[in-house]
């Protein structure tokens, strides 16, 4: 008879253990999705020079990209200095911000479209912009998660116990502007085809 | 069958978000599963026990079980523990680097980053009929493989949703899944072929009057079930790998966000009537499109599609322009 007692008592308390142990192991990834962020910022900051010194000779005539793309490596950099997650992903949308701009030169001028390292450079700065779109995505995503399972019975009587507060994620006043450029940037392969 | 003929009701009455679709996909996949342990776990009881009255011992001995499970599981246990090398050693791919094929290389990349996984390897079949399979027994091992006829063919967006789909396969252990039935398939079809053999050659002993009517009901009971069962056994399997398609397709739709893509890419795949060399029926489910597949239509083709791995692709755009 003790069982009909013990045995839904145990079932209880190894639902508490799982979700107590998702909330845990979903904030050390959250935590990781932030530096993963700041991991892919660094790459676009050090590969933005790089593709700056191969692509000098073919767009000497467009100084303006230049000038925006040492903007936007300066940026990066100052907000990854910084650590503070908005700065980050504020400097993360202004070179997908600049693609539609830069591309808009290089169609303008079939010659510079021709040639393969402009291209490249096209490619590159493409993906760069892609990665960070997509680290952040990771972070939105699984505080999306964590924020849903807080907040939804019964795991939110755990989460209550053990005093699990939301968590912020990223701000969304940037991310309307941001989801716009990267549909943009889907467009890209097929200008390429042509 | 009742279950997706009601998916396919509620599709045309409302419009679902992904989080619908993946969650009644869930649940969808969860009870083809779940019926399909049930059944597998009684027609294994019955066999068992038919065997144990043919062979005059009392029923519920486990010997025969014990060797099916044994040899069915030895070749499936090693298919999957080595799935990403003997895959690729069959079907005769190279790795993709990261110059030659940027696309394809970056694009998974991202994918992974999205998904917080690690890198699947990537490697390239130089096939022009277009098709992309992912295999690898968890995350650390994940491999995507891509024809050449693919990557010529899609844009950089569809590659994505391709990608995607196959990442979702990754993410949701479908190898493992379709391993662990593809075992539990061959028991039954090993036991069942057992049972009917004994008939043949060891049958004839009197020593069931003793057993009474039970054990003749068992015995009747036991060959209906050795020749029905490897067939329904068998169709469970491919049910459930067409699940995992739509769940993979829905997958795609989440980590992409652009299900436009994802159909564009579909109807790409669908005007490609090529067979893949490469291919072998121990792949075939993890492919993005059935590499055997042909244009059948009507009656012949919803009986076919019975013994398909594979959704047909008009379900699958449907399922994705609900979501669109």
């Known amino acids: ?194 | 069958m009742g279950i997706f003929l009601c998916s396919s009701t509620l599709a045309r009455l409302h419009m679902k978000n992904i989080y619908e679709v993946r969650q009644s996909n869930e649940i969808k996949s969860f009870i083809v599963i779940a019926g399909f342990f049930l059944f597998a776990a009684f027609v294994i009881y019955i066999l068992t026990q038919t065997f144990g009255i043919y062979m005059g011992y009392q029923p519920g001995g486990f010997g025969y079980l014990g060797i099916a499970l044994t040899f069915s599981g030895i070749s499936t246990f090693v298919s999957y523990y080595y799935s990403d090398k003997i895959v690729l050693s069959i079907s005769g791919a190279k790795e993709a680097d990261r110059k030659e094929y940027f696309d394809f290389y970056t694009v998974t990349e991202n994918l992974a980053i999205s998904q917080g996984l690690p890198k699947p390897k990537i490697y390239v079949i130089d096939d022009s009929a277009p098709n992309a399979f992912a295999t690898g027994r968890d995350y650390d091992h994940a491999v995507i493989c891509a024809t050449s006829g693919l990557l010529d063919k899609m844009t950089r967006s569809e590659l994505e949703a391709v990608l995607a789909h196959e990442l979702s396969h990754i993410k949701n252990y479908d190898m493992r899944l379709m391993s662990i039935v593809s075992v539990m398939v061959g028991i039954i079809a090993l036991m069942a072929d057992w049972l009917l053999r004994v008939r043949y050659f060891g049958g004839g002993r009197k020593n069931s009057d003793n057993e009474g009517s039970i054990g003749a009901i068992i015995l009747i009971l036991g060959i209906i079930f050795a020749v029905v069962s490897p067939i329904i056994a068998q169709l469970i399997r491919l049910a459930i790998s067409r699940r995992r398609e739509f769940m993979a397709d829905a997958g795609s739709v989440e980590i992409t966000r652009q299900p436009n893509s994802m159909i564009s890419a579909l109807k790409k795949l669908e005007s490609d009537t090529e067979p893949l060399e490469a291919a072998n029926k121990a792949t075939a489910h993890l492919y993005i499109v059935n590499p055997f597949r042909g244009n059948i239509k009507g009656a012949v083709s919803w009986f076919s599609g019975l013994f398909n791995t594979h959704p047909p692709i008009e379900d699958r755009i449907k399922a994705l322009e609900s979501m669109a």
């Open chain 1, 1 to 194: 008879m003790i069982w009909i007692l013990v045995i839904p008592l145990a079932l209880l308390f190894f639902y508490a253990v799982s979700v107590y142990n998702f909330f845990v192991s979903s904030k050390a990834r959250i935590k990781a999705s932030i530096q993963e962020i700041g991991n892919q910022l660094k790459r676009q900051s050090e590969l933005i020079p790089n593709l700056e010194s191969s692509a000098k000779g073919y767009l000497k005539h467009e100084k303006g990209i230049f000038e925006k793309l040492a903007d936007a490596r300066k940026a990066i950099n100052r907000a990854v200095e910084s650590g503070d997650l908005q700065k980050m992903a504020d400097a993360g949308a202004k070179l997908a911000g600049m693609l539609p701009d830069i591309k808009v030169v290089v169609e303008s001028n079939p010659e510079i479209k021709g040639s393969e390292v402009v291209q490249n450079l096209m490619n590159e700065l493409r993906d760069t912009s892609d990665k960070v779109m997509y680290a952040r995505r990771l972070l939105i995503d699984l505080s999306a998660d964590f924020n849903v399972k807080r907040a939804t019975f019964p795991s939110n009587v755990i989460a209550n116990m053990f005093g699990f507060s939301e968590v912020e994620g990223l701000k969304m006043d940037e991310a309307g502007e941001a989801t716009k450029v990267t549909r943009e940037s889907t467009k890209t392969p097929k200008v390429n085809l042509e």
